[in-house]
């Protein structure tokens, strides 16, 4: 089932920003994502939900109505893909959307390597499609890695990793003005990187969806 995040009332940010925990925030509907969530806001909450992406889309929502709108079309997108890609784990976010794709989804990676199996190029193909039906959004690409191995040397394979998949997008059609890469390599692991399934899950890339100038335009003059 698509994972959700809820933020709660402005007012409470402060009191609840040193104790509050994902589970806390989880299990919204799209008016409550994209209604009341500000910028100063979606600054201090982004770091407490964890991953650049998170935060960064939470800071982009602008709120409101509009906001609304645009996670009602945000809802429609995220479902397609987790219909298209099962083993993806797809976070409705603010009023975006966020992909993480490790060896659940098959668009992983082997030790050491930027290169696309077969399987993550099929998993792309129909991601590329869902992104190419709603045009008017922005796609943060970070590209990731497990520990082993020199820290400067991860960080350029994640970059690498991050551009293999913008590549592969583009190719399949997705406007490249429409990317920005991101490379963290081990500085941000999702699983322990003591074992090798750990290691596995950390070699990945996320992407992050949000709505661009047109789509906010767009659903600002909805609202009006």
């Known amino acids: 089932m698509l994972k959700k995040i809820k933020i709660y009332g402005l007012s409470l940010v402060v009191i609840l920003s040193l104790n509050l925990s994902c589970t806390a925030i989880q299990n919204s509907n799209k008016t409550q994502r994209g209604a009341g969530i500000g910028v100063a806001a979606g600054a201090l909450v982004g770091g407490l939900i964890g991953g650049n992406i998170g935060g960064a889309l939470i800071g982009a929502a ?94 350029k394979l994640s970059k690498r990793r991050a551009d293999s998949v913008v590549a592969y997008l583009k190719s399949k059609g997705v406007a490249g003005n429409r990317f920005k890469v991101e490379a963290f390599g081990e500085t941000r692991p999702r699983f322990d990187n003591k074992d090798k399934e750990g290691q596995a899950k950390n070699r990945r890339v996320e992407i992050g969806v949000a709505a661009n100038q047109q789509m906010i335009e767009d659903a600002k003059a909805q609202a009006e």
Do not use: C
């Not at 099962?86 to 668009?107: C, L, M, N, T």
């Not at 930027?114 to 709603?134: G, Q």
């Open 62 to 155: 602008i709120g409101g109505a509009a906001g609304g709108l645009i996670g009602n079309q945000m809802d429609k997108q995220a479902n397609k893909i987790e219909e298209a890609v099962p083993g993806a784990e797809v976070k409705r976010v603010g009023e975006g959307i966020q992909i993480i794709f490790d060896d659940k989804s098959g668009v992983n990676f082997g030790f050491d390597s930027a290169d696309l199996t077969a399987e993550a190029t099929k998993n792309l193909d129909a991601v590329a499609e869902i992104f190419m039906e709603f045009p008017d959004t922005e796609l943060m690409i970070e590209g990731h890695t497990d520990s082993v191995g020199d820290d400067n040397y991860n960080l």
